[in-house]
């Protein structure tokens, strides 16, 4: 027969509440939750999660480059945004007449 130990934990107030309520809609509480790590623990010898350095959002390249939050690049440094402009100035003047000619073209569909 096993025993039950209680534990006090103090965590922030605003990620317990969070927590709180999205266990809440798989129908478990925090202590369910709390049990199923602990047991997770035992079974892979180490956190049953990764865990992870968040890497930072903007590259402030300038251009807009990104790493989203799986991790992915979105490189605008190669992408020749004047070029764009040039092409989007030719038959649209304002952004207006671009989104105008592109709900048109959503109409035709």
Same mark, same amino acid.
């Given at each position: 027969?096993? /025993?039950? @130990?209680?534990?006090? %934990?103090?965590?922030?107030?605003? &990620?317990?509440?969070?927590?709180?309520?999205?266990? @809440?809609? %798989?129908? $478990?509480? %925090?202590?369910? @939750?709390?049990?199923?790590?602990? +047991?997770? #623990?035992?079974? #892979?010898?180490? $956190?049953?999660?990764? #865990?992870?350095? !968040?890497?930072?959002?903007? $590259?402030?390249?300038? !251009?807009?480059? +990104?790493?989203?939050?799986?991790?992915?690049?979105?490189?605008?440094?190669?992408?020749?945004?004047? &070029? &764009?402009?040039? =092409? $989007? @100035?030719?038959?649209? /003047?304002?952004?207006?007449?671009?989104? &105008?000619?592109?709900?048109?073209?959503? =109409?035709?569909?």
């Amino acid at each position: 027969m096993s /025993k039950n @130990a209680t534990i006090n %934990l103090r965590v922030n107030s605003e &990620a317990r509440d969070k927590a709180r309520d999205i266990l @809440a809609t %798989l129908g $478990l509480t %925090l202590s369910d @939750a709390f049990n199923l790590m602990i +047991y997770q #623990v035992g079974i #892979v010898r180490g $956190l049953p999660f990764e #865990v992870k350095q !968040r890497l930072p959002m903007e $590259l402030n390249d300038g !251009r807009g480059s +990104y790493i989203c939050e799986d991790g992915h690049l979105h490189d605008y440094s190669k992408f020749d945004f004047e &070029a &764009a402009e040039r =092409d $989007l @100035a030719g038959p649209f /003047k304002t952004l207006e007449d671009y989104k &105008a000619w592109l709900e048109a073209d959503d =109409d035709e569909e």
